[in-house]
C-alpha cells in the first residue's frame, strides 16, 4: 500500500544491551519504524521456553522517532508474545532476531533462543527472521553483515516468504564474505557435553561444554559447508514438523 511503513519487531537472546542487538537495529532502521523488545539479561540456548510460574514485565530503556527499544525480564519468546501484546499497535510487518553472538547453524537451531524469536513470529504468520555471526567475539565485528541483512530483510519485506516458512541466517567470521548460499540445515551431533567441576569437595556440579561433530562435511548444499567456505547461510524452515515422508512407514508399523 503506497505510504505504507513497515513495523519492524526486532529481538534477540544475548540482551537489549548486546552490541550485535545495537548493530541489527542500526542495519534495519532505514527500512521502516523499530519496535525492539529483547531480554533484560542473556538468555542464550533457552530455545523456545516461556515464563511461566513467575510475572514477566517490561520496560523501556531507549526511545527516538521511528526507534522504541525496551528490556523485558523473560525470555526471548516472551519478549517476542509481550511485544506484541503490547507495544505493537499493528501486526509487524517483519519480525528478525539477533545478530547472535555465536552461530546457529545445524541443529543448534533447535536450541536457540535466537530462533525461538524466528519461530514465535511465523506461528503468529508474520515473516521472520534470524541472523548469527559465528564468532566467540563478543566484541565482534559485524559490519560485513549489515549489507546482507538489509538486502535480506528488505526483499523479505517486498516479496514475503511462504506459509508456515521462516529463514535462519548465519555469517561467517570475515571480513569480506562471498555471497549468499540458500542451504538446507547440516547434519551433525553433539558430544562430551558435560564438562564436570567441583563445588566445595561436591563433584556432582557440571558445566555445559561439548564438541561439534559433522555428519557429512563433504556435502556441499549444507549450512555448515557454507560457512566453512565463507558465504553467508540461509536456511528456509518450517514450523510443521511433521515427517510426511515417513507417514507411510509409520502406518505399517501400527497396521
Excluded at 537472546?13 to 523488545?37: N, Q, R, S
Excluded at 516468504?161 to 542451504?183: H, M, S
Aim: net charge negative.
Amino acid at each position: 500500500m503506497k505510504g505504507h511503513i513497515p513495523l519492524i519487531l526486532v529481538s534477540n537472546d544475548d540482551g537489549y544491551m548486546a552490541k550485535g542487538f545495537e548493530e541489527l537495529i542500526h542495519a534495519v532502521k532505514p527500512l521502516g519504524e523499530i519496535i525492539a523488545m529483547a531480554p533484560a539479561r542473556p538468555r542464550s540456548a533457552s530455545g523456545c521456553s516461556l515464563t511461566m510460574n513467575v510475572p514477566v514485565n517490561y520496560k523501556l530503556r531507549y526511545q527516538e522517532p521511528g526507534i522504541s527499544i525496551y528490556s523485558c525480564s523473560g525470555t526471548p519468546a516472551d519478549c517476542t508474545k509481550l511485544a506484541l501484546h503490547t507495544v505493537c499497535d499493528r501486526m509487524p510487518d517483519l519480525i528478525i532476531s539477533g545478530i547472535n553472538h555465536g552461530d546457529n547453524s545445524s541443529i543448534n537451531a533447535h536450541y536457540s533462543g535466537t530462533m525461538s524469536v524466528v519461530f514465535e513470529g511465523c506461528m503468529k504468520g508474520i515473516p521472520s527472521i534470524g541472523f548469527s555471526l559465528r564468532t566467540d567475539n563478543l566484541d565482534a565485528d559485524f559490519t560485513p553483515t549489515l549489507p546482507y541483512i538489509y538486502f535480506i530483510c528488505e526483499s523479505v519485506l517486498k516479496k514475503g516468504l511462504p506459509p508456515n516458512v521462516c529463514l535462519n541466517v548465519n555469517f561467517p567470521e570475515a571480513q569480506n564474505l562471498k555471497g549468499i548460499r540458500i542451504c538446507r540445515q547440516g547434519e551433525g551431533t553433539w558430544i562430551n557435553e558435560w564438562e564436570q567441576t567441583s563445588r566445595r569437595g561436591d563433584n556432582k556440579y557440571f558445566w555445559m561444554a561439548g564438541d561439534f561433530i559433522e555428519t557429512h562435511p563433504e556435502q556441499e548444499d549444507t549450512d555448515l559447508w557454507a560457512l566453512r567456505h565463507g558465504y553467508a547461510s540461509v536456511v528456509p524452515l518450517t514450523i510443521d514438523l511433521t515427517a510426511y515422508r515417513s507417514m507411510s512407514n509409520i502406518s505399517r508399523l501400527f497396521t
